[in-house]
């Protein structure tokens, strides 16, 4: 376990300043106490920092006059004006406890609270501040301090190891410049970093920008489109600032959740926009406070500029505490273009500047049919934002003709998923400490002077026993779970371990059997590779050596270019589309005498491509030859036995099974598949292209040719199927997956049951993870065929259908989903099964109950758990 997991999710930003005088002071409350994190605001200079844990600040400026704005929520804002010489400022302030006053102007006709009022105002203009800007840049200063408050004794030793022990303080800060554009992830320069968090080697930036217009990473924003489903709002009071009422509006969870805020949001009257915010957010393993202060960088346009975090963790029984602050100043803002901001301006009755190609409300707009569509939408817009009262109705339309506005007229969707850039200077990790009290915005407190006195010995005391800790660390994954040399020019070689997972396995075929695997790779361009894989394994009760060898050339990185060819002998079952996994059937084996599993053995070698014709047009092509053999068992070795069961031979249970079927036979194999997604999302990582999403089903078209030969008899069998599968929904309504598809065979029968259509099945009371197209209550062979067929799967995933409605449960991270599955053949009745499952248990297992039916009697009712050991494999 390693420290730097823990603050992953809350680095964020922060700001270089070199500046020769500076104004500096205490903020305090008026009982005395320091205000930890006020923010201090040059409006003219669109610059700031923030105050220290124990309410110190710092700000360098140029001589000057200016203006200081000290806030922070629940305080009142105090401005105070400067004039700042040859000499440093020393001003310290008081903030007194913020005055709230109870509205009496907000009248509804349905007697409601009227934070109502001002959250469908807040949600209907959402849509406007979200798509305000068409970029930013901006300075950033993120510290980061935090300590273990409790390790269990078990563990105080393992993570001394680490560098982590009870009571002790670390530090990180960072300085940094970002910038945004619209429609694309944050870039970031890493000016200087310096920690004295163990594991420090890690990005700094682990950004997460944090924006209540949205919803984001899983959880549902107070200004979202879907707020008033989930939330209930209360005024608790009101406040004037900047001649300007500012609405403090408690936002209360309808139900528990780890995907809902609880606290307070801040918004301004006429503009309808964030003023500050104070939300937490209680998650399985940490529990976090966000404290947000916007303030005004241009006309109509607030951004946040500090940023503090309180982070309780509570991981394995050990417990941290973390506080994070993010000082953002120096903004520069580029407008969007596309949209009217007089027009809204006007709206929120703001003064706004004229600009030379603003003319009725419009924005770059030449054609008069244009210009009258535009202003019949502003229209439509200034009338639902003139009324007294929204509904929710309303406020939905309000929020859909904003962001119908901000879309570009007949632009084609960029469906590249741009990364998040890092980008480090050469020297950020070397600053000296001189450098850090020169530009440093934010002072330390004397803990984090000490977190960092003790950074510079930790790493001579690592230094001395990471030569033979290294020694030690590879000899013993040599012998367990396996090691990966790294060299240089994208060379890497990695061996599984002589003790591993997959190195002993056990059928009633081979007996035990053991396992070496090795691979050797070569990244020689970006998004180009080689690999040589090659494994060895020994089949005790058949006293017979196996192994196979591949090779894998990864080319044509931006169409996802694959070519391998692999040959050798192995063992395979019969059902190599989705059979049982071989840890699984193994384990049956040994301790339930169930060999589900048949078997046999092949010579084989295969080559295939597989090439991305163009966006969402993927193609691939094999051509194989295999000789397969007949297996009988060799084993009836078991441990436990606790029903009775009985090992059974190793021929497939199919209804119209012949024993001929699996007798020894030759195969040539020629096998097309193409499928196609329209609008198919994708990202770009190290100059390689990965497929990511699209709203667009997904349609598979496939063709396969057997020529097989047995003796004297002889085969040409042709197989073509088609399907279709997609996945939609929302966060609210639920995700709702389906696949129907189905086949048809041509020609000859085939003379070997490995050629037969199989099916995804998992009859196992354990077993992993479940597909969508999974059978739970079939067996991998019954309905094997070499006839026509189809099939319907359907899934409805949801966070809350049954058990999740619990009290005691409805924060806990487990999904529901309700599933039905159907498959009809031409010499079959059909077969179908409808189940309820639970993912997510503990973290880790799912569990699923179903019943199954054939030809509409109750053939089977079942329960089942799921467990993550990867999906069924067609090699053993």
Sequence with gaps: MRFTVLLAVFLTLFAEVTESQIVEGTITNNQGKAVPYASIYVASLKKGTTANESGQYILPLTPGNYELSFQYLGYQTVNVKVSLGESNLLIDVTLQPQDYLLPEVIITSTGEDPAYYVMRKAIGMSQYYQNQLDGYEASVYLKGSGYATKIPMLMKKQLKEQG????????????????????????????????????????????????LYNDKEGLISPLGKDAFAVYRYKLDGTFMEDFHTIYKIKVIPKRKGNDLYSGWI????????????????????????INQVYQSVSQMVWMPVSHDYDVKVNFMGVNFSFKYLVSISDYKIRLNKQLDHAFYAR??????????????????????????????????????????????????????????????QNQKPNLEIKSRNTIMDDSARKRPSEYWQQNRP???????????????????????????????????????????????KGKKMSYDGLIGINTFNFNTVDGFVFKQAGRFEHRFRPGFQHQFTVNG?????????????????????????????????????FNQSGGLHPLLNGLNSLFFRQNIAKLYEADFIRANLQYDLSNGLETKVEVSY?????????????????????????????????????????????????????????????????????????????????????????????????????????????????????????????????????????????????????????????????????????????????????????????????????????????????????????????????????????????????????????RL
């Design 347 to 408: 709206l929120s009755e703001e003064d706004y500047p004229k600009q030379e190609n603003l003319t009725e409300g419009t924005v770059h707009i030449t054609e008069s049919k244009e210009i009258r569509k535009v202003n019949e939408t502003q229209q439509k817009i200034a009338s639902l934002f003139e009324q007294n009262s929204l509904n929710n109705k309303e406020m939905r339309e309000l929020n859909r003709l904003i962001k119908l506005e901000a879309r570009e």
């Design 537 to 573: 394994k020994y089949a005790f009760s058949r006293d017979r050596f196996m192994g196979t060898a591949a090779y894998r050339l990864r080319f044509a990185p931006l169409h996802r270019g694959v070519m391998e060819l692999e040959g050798g002998r192995n063992t395979f079952d």
């Design 442 to 488: 934010v002072p330390l407190t004397q803990s984090e002077k000490t977190g960092f006195l003790v950074t510079d010995s930790l790493s001579d005391m690592n230094l001395s026993d990471t030569a033979s800790q290294k020694k030690r660390k590879v000899w013993t994954k040599l012998v367990l779970g396996g090691h990966v040399w790294e060299f240089d």
């Design 266 to 289: 801040f918004i301004r009257d006429g503009s309808w926009s964030i003023h500050s915010v104070q939300l937490s957010l209680n998650q399985r393993m940490f529990d976090v406070t």
């Design 626 to 874: 295999v000789t397969r053999r007949n297996l009988l068992n060799n084993s009836d070795f078991y441990l436990t036995n606790p029903f009775g069961k009985e090992y059974t031979s190793n021929i497939p249970t199919f209804n119209g099974i012949d024993s001929t079927l699996v007798e020894d036979a030759a195969t040539v194999r020629l096998k097309a598949d193409f499928s196609f997604t329209p609008f198919y999302y994708y990202r770009v990582i190290e100059g390689r292209k990965r497929m990511s999403h699209s709203s667009w089903p997904t349609i598979n078209l496939g063709w396969k040719v057997d020529a097989a030969s047995r003796d004297n008899a002889k085969s040409i069998t042709q197989e073509f199927n088609l399907g279709i599968q997609h996945r939609y929904g929302s966060r609210l309504a639920g995700q709702i997956e389906f696949f129907i598809g189905g086949g048809v065979f041509v020609g000859d029968k085939p003379l070997h049951f490995a050629d037969y259509k199989h099916f995804e099945a998992s009859p196992t009371l354990v077993g992993s993870y479940t597909q969508l197209t999974t059978f739970r209550g079939l067996n991998p062979y019954e309905r094997s065929t070499s006839d026509n067929y189809a099939q319907l799967h359907l899934r409805y995933e949801h966070a809350r259908i049954l058990i999740k409605r619990l009290p005691f449960l409805a924060d806990k991270l487990i999904r529901e989903s309700l599933f039905l599955n159907v498959l009809t053949q031409k010499v079959a009745q059909p077969y179908v099964e409808a189940g309820y499952g639970i993912q997510q248990l503990f973290l880790l297992f799912n569990a699923e109950v179903f019943a199954g039916f054939e030809g509409g009697r109750h053939q089977i009712t079942g329960f089942r758990i799921g467990i993550p050991i990867g999906e069924a494999t067609i």
């Design 164 to 211: 982590i022990e009870e009571g002790k303080h670390y530090v990180t800060e960072t300085m940094s410049e970002i910038m945004h554009k619209k429609g694309e992830p944050l870039q970031t320069r890493v000016i200087s970093t310096r920690s004295s968090l163990p594991g420090s080697d890690n990005d700094p930036m682990q950004f997460m920008t944090l924006s």
